[in-house]
């Protein structure tokens, strides 16, 4: 069943340099108890893709096309109806758990606030008995009820807001770079932790990050996003294994591979920088960092397609080369 669908999803933020489009046109869906991993540079429109489903977005943000949650278009809602929905239908797991709890107030009142808020019958007493089994479940001991942010350690603050996350047993968690400056034994632990939830829960997962290669172990599909657009779209693994975008496989390639100590040495690199989106390029926004571009892509705008030959079902890139069934990584 769909339970998150994004249609022709278009996000324009207006400022001093004029209209500046964040999100262009970006179509996807999530399934009850399916993990979509959406993976790009910072400034690609992942965070702003986050943002707009739980309409969290400046009033700068001119946003049109479609979010169904549960066939219920999220932008046409009314803000008492979208209320209702935070926490309880959606929550988010922000990107830097310090910055998104509240310093001067102690981690059992800030986990039992949704529950107290959205479920009027319940007494603080009660909000704080679930609030500290949510917090054992995510693995802190009942005891740091009563810590403030500042004592806990980077990990432990992400548990707790995996913890509020899922305070009102909502049907779908975004986490927005949840691993971000994280130690890798942390990261593993917190992944492994979101991972459970999903499958123990049955919830949809939108997991967002730059690092390919995690989205590839914790997700089913994924999805890569540049200058706003979706690039490449499939099963996480073979996305990260078998690239048919450019861009999905320089990603890729940043990452050295256990066993290869070439690129342990020598890992990939992608030059140049993300385009202005005040002035994207003609054709293909990838086309001047792209080591395989033809004259085409200089010409036309390249639509999300499925490619042929690829290893896994489903996959879908917005490259010229990668339809025509050639090689779009570079070794």
């Not at 459970?196 to 994924?222: F, K, P």
């Not at 004259?295 to 896994?312: D, I, N, S, T, W």
Request: charge should be neutral; glycine fraction near 10%; include cysteine.
């Amino acid at each position: 069943m769909t339970l998150l669908e994004f249609k022709d999803l278009r996000v324009t933020y207006n400022g001093s340099r004029g209209r500046v489009p964040a999100v262009r046109g970006v179509d996807l869906a999530v399934e009850a108890g399916r993990t979509l991993g959406i993976a790009g540079e910072s400034g690609c429109g992942k965070s702003t893709l986050a943002m707009a489903v739980l309409r969290l977005l400046p009033k700068t943000a001119e946003v049109t096309g479609e979010i169904l949650l549960d066939g219920e278009d999220l932008l046409t809602m009314g803000w008492g109806r979208l209320r209702a929905v935070r926490w309880t239908g959606a929550s988010i797991v922000f990107q830097g758990a310090m910055h998104s709890l509240n310093a001067v107030h102690r981690i059992g009142r800030q986990v039992a606030e949704p529950i107290l808020v959205h479920e009027k019958a319940v007494t603080p007493g009660e909000a704080a008995k679930r609030a500290e089994a949510l917090l054992e479940r995510v693995g802190l001991p009942p005891s740091r009820m009563r810590s403030y942010p500042h004592e806990l350690s980077g990990g432990q603050r992400q548990r707790v807001m995996i913890a509020m996350a899922l305070a009102c047993d909502p049907d779908l968690i975004i986490a927005d770079e949840a691993t971000t400056a994280l130690d890798v034994m942390v990261q593993a632990q917190v992944l492994q932790l979101i991972s459970g939830l999903v499958t123990e829960r049955g919830v949809g997962l939108v997991m967002i990050s730059h690092d390919l290669s995690v989205l590839s172990s914790v997700c089913d599909e994924a999805a890569v996003m540049y200058a706003g657009k979706v690039v490449e779209q499939g099963p996480a693994r073979e996305v990260f294994a078998d690239a048919r975008h450019p861009y999905s496989a320089a990603l890729g390639a940043a990452f050295p591979v256990i066993g290869d100590p070439a690129s342990r040495r020598n890992p990939g690199g992608l030059p140049g920088d993300p385009p202005d989106p005040v002035r994207l390029p003609d054709g293909c926004s990838f086309r001047p960092r792209c080591a395989v571009a033809v004259e085409r892509c200089g010409e036309q705008v390249p639509a999300l397609l499925p490619v042929p030959g690829a290893a896994g079902p489903a996959r879908a890139s917005a490259c010229f080369v990668a339809q025509e069934g050639e090689p779009v990584a570079v070794r």
